[in-house]
């Protein structure tokens, strides 16, 4: 059943439902997915552990996920991981952050090269210390020719903040005679964003319960189709994102015009 479906044999790393992958049709899939990874503080104060457990949870649902997106030959991976938003939070906290996410990338990288995974992060890095950008651009470097999932981090990420960089970078090309402003259309804006050579996003994931794109890929999400759970992240599991993915299969997108499916005239 897995071959007919996938093309592919079953991973022994990857345990999801058949029967309810069965039901996914491989051309419906997405061709971009992007999550808003949203809930591991409550899911650690429900147990009444330290916030910084439920980052640790998280991280694991994170490799889950992505395990899940490689065995199903997923183009395109890309996750909210930190916001321009989340430097408010306390020092200890955002420390915290940024220890987990170098230990992330120091453990999983082999792995994720093995898995054929393309990395990148979007945002603005240089806000981050020195060792902690060599690493992202390490990690770059290491998997650019890899051809599996493109799987992109937002780091240090506002949607609104990659906006205005963009339109600043358009308007200096224009006073700089480079560019004429009748030349910038919607084509060139969205190969001028982080996210330039990937395609749009089809599906958001967001979890915990909270319906907003908390100001994630505001440009890339315009025709995105929306899927919610009240599950914390850290308990999102490789069934609950077949189960977006199904959602997602059954959905008519119209993009402004009529229903094919529906064969309205």
Known sequence: MWKKIFGKKKSPNIDLDQDLL????KETLPRHVAIIMDGNGRWANKKGMLRSAG??????ALKRTLKAAIYLNLEALTVY???????????????FLMKLFSDY?????????RDNVHIDFIGRVDGF?????????????RTADNTGVRFTVA????????????????????????????????????SSLDTGDLPPVDLVIRTSGDMRLSNFLIWQTAYAEFWF?????PDFSKDDFAEALIDFSKRDRRFGGLSKRNGDK
């Open 22 to 25: 069965a039901t996914i049709d």
């Open 55 to 60: 980052h640790v949870a998280g991280v694991k």
């Open 81 to 95: 991981a930190f916001s321009t938003e989340n430097w408010k939070r306390p020092t200890e906290e955002v420390d």
């Open 105 to 113: 990338l120091e453990k999983e990288l082999d792995e994720m090269d």
């Open 129 to 141: 210390s020195a060792h902690l950008q060599k690493m992202m651009e390490d990690a770059k470097q």
């Open 155 to 190: 780091v240090n990420y506002g949607g609104q903040d990659e906006m205005v960089r963009t339109v600043q970078s358009l308007a200096r090309d224009v006073a700089a005679g480079k560019l004429a402003p009748e030349d910038i259309d919607a084509g060139l804006i969205d």
């Open 229 to 233: 759970t009240d599950t914390n992240w």
